[in-house]
């Protein structure tokens, strides 16, 4: 399928995979399996099958990386410079009868529509999703969010952010927020910032956690107006913060 769109004019490739739901009763299917925060202890029994069964796995390199023992399947990995020509040759494996699986940080559901519609159009047939555990999940019960009192905006995604933006500030301080920034454009200082300069309380209680489930793993426990403190800047050494991070704001002040 042709790969021409522009993500600021669209067709986004998220919209293709949210189009329509799965055809039911699809027989091999390719998998688009979350692998969760990157510890493999976290890794659905579902989805480490659809792994270890695949003659062929695609995804970004440093989300293979992560299940490259998983499997004696053929990995293929990509860049964003590298993934349509990478996706093609995972579709001519999988047109040749190969079982494909492609492998997605966290839960394709949270923030990983604009990779998945891109396997589909690489894909001469069904996919299909298997969840996993999201550093959102986690990061939730870190913070002690439940999801039902929460509003969840993913930022981590190539385009346009504005309209997420919008829901941020309609909802802070209102309800809480669970928030995946973009490395690096928009991480929590930017956020936070945002927010505060719209109007946000800069007393409500902020956590940044990083890392989620790994030996590393670390939480900042601030203020949205101390956090905002460290906006500023687009590459990584313009934030204090890992790429790998979940900011949080309750509706209370400090703990």
Same mark, same amino acid.
């Given at each position: 399928?042709?790969?021409?769109? %522009? ?7 998220? +919209? *293709?995979?949210? &189009?329509?739901?799965?055809?039911? %009763? ?16 976290? *890794? ?24 490259? !023992?998983? +499997? ?33 940080? $966290? ?17 001469? $047939? ?38 997420? *933006? ?23 200082? %930017? ?8 109007? &946000? ?7 940044? *956690?990083? =890392? ?7 939480? +900042? ?28 704001? =309750?509706? !209370?002040?400090? %703990?």
């Amino acid at each position: 399928m042709s790969d021409d769109y %522009d993500l600021d004019e669209g067709p986004d490739p998220a +919209t *293709l995979a949210a &189009a329509a739901p799965e055809p039911p %009763d699809a027989t091999d299917p390719v998998y688009a399996v979350g692998i969760g925060p990157g510890n493999v202890e976290y *890794l659905t029994g579902c989805g480490r099958r659809a792994i270890a069964e695949a003659d062929v796995v695609v995804g970004f390199e440093t989300v293979v990386e992560f299940v490259r !023992d998983e +499997t004696d399947a053929d990995l293929l990995t990509c860049g964003y410079r590298d993934e349509g020509e990478t996706l093609a040759a995972f579709g001519e494996r999988v047109a040749d009868g190969e079982r494909g699986t492609a492998v997605l940080m $966290g839960d394709p559901n949270h923030s990983g529509y604009q990779f998945l519609g891109k396997v589909e159009r690489a894909v001469d $047939g069904p996919v299909r999703v298997i969840p996993g555990i999201s550093s959102l999940q986690v990061a939730a019960s870190r913070a002690r969010t439940p999801m039902e009192a929460t509003e969840f905006v993913t930022l981590h995604k190539s385009g346009p952010v504005e309209s997420d *933006l919008a829901r941020l500030r309609e909802h802070a301080g209102k309800r809480n927020l669970l928030v995946l920034p973009r490395p690096f454009d928009w991480m929590p200082g %930017d956020i936070a910032a945002d927010l505060v300069d719209s109007g &946000a309380d800069p007393s409500l209680s902020a956590l940044v *956690l990083e =890392r989620l489930t790994h030996d590393d793993e670390s939480i +900042t426990r601030t203020t949205l107006g101390d956090l905002a403190a460290s906006a500023g800047g687009d590459g990584r050494d313009d934030t204090p913060y890992s790429d790998l991070s979940v900011l949080a704001v =309750r509706t !209370d002040g400090p %703990d």
